[in-house]
């Protein structure tokens, strides 16, 4: 029997899609927004911070972070995470550069080593936290996951069309 979907049905937005763009504007604008705030920091992208079994630490994303992280590696030509067996970041290309500088999620953007300036306090940047979990509830995520399997799980959302 053939498809009874009308041409107009065909044409309505999809409200998942909907929720997924207006989450990826707004983990933007935060990040915008983080970038505006008057804390000093001076980055020299030592990637001293992208060592995970180095620092002892993994940044933990929000849904949306994960989303845009996953769309970034997605523009920079990849459909699965790249592998790396040091211990490292994943993203972090062999030429010490990060695959997604410019939608590197938040804690990348926080947490910067002595070097640079040391984190930002919590207290500096907790409205800005607040909302990423709050898109992290919109979007149905389970909350702040490590950004290895975050972004890899979101990798594969999209290519089974998620
Ligand atoms: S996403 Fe980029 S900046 Fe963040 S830890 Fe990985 S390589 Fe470093």
């Not at 498809?3 to 044409?11: D, H, I």
């Not at 909907?18 to 989450?23: G, K, N, P, T, V």
């Not at 769309?71 to 067996?85: F, N």
């Amino acid at each position: 029997m053939k498809s009874m979907k009308s041409p107009r049905s065909s044409r309505l937005p999809d409200p998942a899609a909907i929720l997924r763009r207006e989450a990826l504007e707004e983990v933007r604008a935060i990040y915008r927004e983080l970038e505006n705030r008057p804390v000093e920091r001076n980055c020299l992208r030592r990637t001293e911070c992208c060592q995970f079994k180095l620092t002892g630490r993994t940044p933990q994303l929000t849904k949306g972070e994960a989303l845009l992280a996953a769309r970034a590696v997605r523009a920079a030509g990849r459909k699965e995470m790249p592998e790396r067996t040091d211990g490292a970041c994943p993203l972090l290309r062999e030429n010490g550069a990060c695959l997604i500088y410019q939608d590197r999620p938040f804690g990348c953007r926080t947490h910067f080593c002595a070097a640079a300036g040391g984190p930002y306090a919590r207290s500096e940047v907790v409205d800005l936290i607040r909302r990423l979990e709050a898109i992290d509830t919109r979007l149905s995520g389970d909350g702040p996951r490590a950004l290895p399997v975050a972004v890899r799980d979101e990798l594969r959302l999209m290519e089974r069309g998620g």
